[in-house]
Every structure is written in C-alpha cells, then in structure tokens.
C-alpha cells in the first residue's frame, strides 16, 4: 500500500507487541497508531486523532522490539518420563521481563515501555524527593492488619516526589508522566508510578507520585515477606522508560 501512497497512515488493532521493521521506515509511512481492541468508537477516536481535533495520549504498555529475537521467550522446561505431557515453566527469567530484560542486556527496542507521541513536547525540571519524617524504615513492615494485597504497612507512604512538566509547543495536550526506581540489587529501574495531566499550551503543572513501602521493597522467600531495602535507590522521572531526563537519588538506613 505504501508503495502507492505517498501518506500512508497504518493503524493497528492489536493485543500484543507487533514488530513493524519491515516496513516502518518506509518514506511513505507517516505515522503508525497502535489503536489495540477495538471498540464501538474506536474509528470515531482514531479519526479525531489524526485529524487533530484531539492530541494523542496513550503510551505503550508493553516494549516493541526491532526483532522478534530480542525477547525474552518464556519456554517450558523439558520433563521426562510421566511428567512428558504436563511440562513446567519455572520461570527463570524472574522479574526481567520486557522493559527489564530489554535494559539488563543493553538491546535498542523500536519502541520502549511507556513511549508515545503527541502534536506538541514536554520539557520537565524541578525534581524533588522527600522521605517522610517519621516513617518506619525497618527491613520488615510493621506488623498490622492483613488486608487485600498483604500487611496494611505495606501501603504506608515512605517518600513522595515531585516534579514539573511544561508543554512547550503550541496545542493543548495531555502527558503522562512516568516514575521510575532503580532497588538497590534490583533491576536497574521499575514503574513505580504515573501521573496524566492536561496541559495547555505554555503552561505547566507539578505532578506528584507517593512511593509506598510496597514500592520500595522486594521479595524475600526465606522471610516469605517484603523487605524494604537499605541503601541507595536511584530515582527516574520522565516521558518513558527510556527518556527519563530528571534523576537523583535517594538514601534509605
């Protein structure tokens, strides 16, 4: 098609990652819409967006590779005997899956977790974190009630940080902006918060995030309980997983 148009507009409904590669780049592609499962409205939303009336938002829940071999298949482990028809994943790979894996090996995706265009740019500054006076620091959380999701000190707010977006173009948008933590022996830096916001031309809001204990934590199987590390935590603030123009850290213990 693109070979006979010379502004060709591909839009994808999709349930998961496909690889466009083979054709992406071509001079005649002007602009892809991963439009996902389609709904009653969805051909009146994409035609709002790529007329203009509305600025596109949404950004990408998973990362698009440049091949289908830079991820990180999950394959059943091999079972022998009785066990032949029953096979097992034993998972491996642990928590690096996707943007994880992706930042672990050092490989360059297409498009990257949390990534998105609209018809204007943001610029952020102004970075600031605060651990909370008071705030209970112990490995283990507080012993307290259990509710949905385990002990309730898991909630409990240990840090919150701030940070201010502008919209330096000339059309109304919305942003969404992303939170990142690098856990000390952890990945190198996990989703720990979003925040969307409408911001009209020229002007700028300050976003917040609270970081929970939950956040902070990770899983200890000996303990069989979250455990809140200590030491340095390398914090990221920005449009996607790998575009995260403000980062600091702080220190926990």
Avoid at 61 to 79: C, Q, R, W
Avoid at 87 to 114: A, H, L, M, W
Avoid at 152 to 165: I, K, M, N, T, Y
Avoid at 227 to 246: A, F, M, T, W
């Amino acid at each position: 098609m693109a070979k006979y148009c010379s502004n060709t507009i591909v839009v994808i409904h999709n349930a998961g990652p496909r690889t466009v590669d083979r054709w992406v780049e071509h001079p005649n592609v002007t602009a892809l819409i991963f439009a996902h499962l389609p709904g009653q409205d969805s051909g009146r939303a994409v035609v709002q967006l790529l007329y203009g009336d509305v600025s596109p938002s949404g950004k990408m829940p998973y990362t698009l590779a440049k091949n289908e071999s830079d991820y990180n298949t999950l394959s059943p482990s091999e079972a022998v005997g009785e066990y032949y028809f029953f096979p097992q994943s034993d998972f491996s790979e642990g928590v690096y899956i996707d943007y994880r894996d992706f930042d672990k090996k050092n490989i360059t995706p297409r498009y990257e977790f949390g990534f998105g265009l609209t018809y204007t740019n943001f610029s952020y500054s102004d970075l600031k974190i605060e651990l909370l006076p008071n705030t209970q620091i112990s490995y283990l959380p507080p012993p307290s009630a259990i509710v949905e999701g385990g002990t309730a000190s898991l909630w409990d707010v240990v840090a919150r940080v701030e940070a201010v977006v502008r919209n330096t173009g000339n059309v109304d948008a919305a942003e969404v902006a992303q939170l990142y933590v690098g856990i000390p022996g952890a990945p190198p830096k996990q989703l720990r918060g979003f925040n969307k916001a409408l911001i009209k031309a020229g002007d700028r809001v300050t976003v917040s995030f609270d970081l929970l204990r939950r956040d902070l934590s990770e899983w200890n199987v000996a303990e069989q309980s979250w455990g809140l590390q200590q030491g340095g935590y390398q914090i990221y603030v920005g449009s996607s997983s790998r575009d995260l123009p403000l980062t600091s850290s702080m220190v926990i213990g």
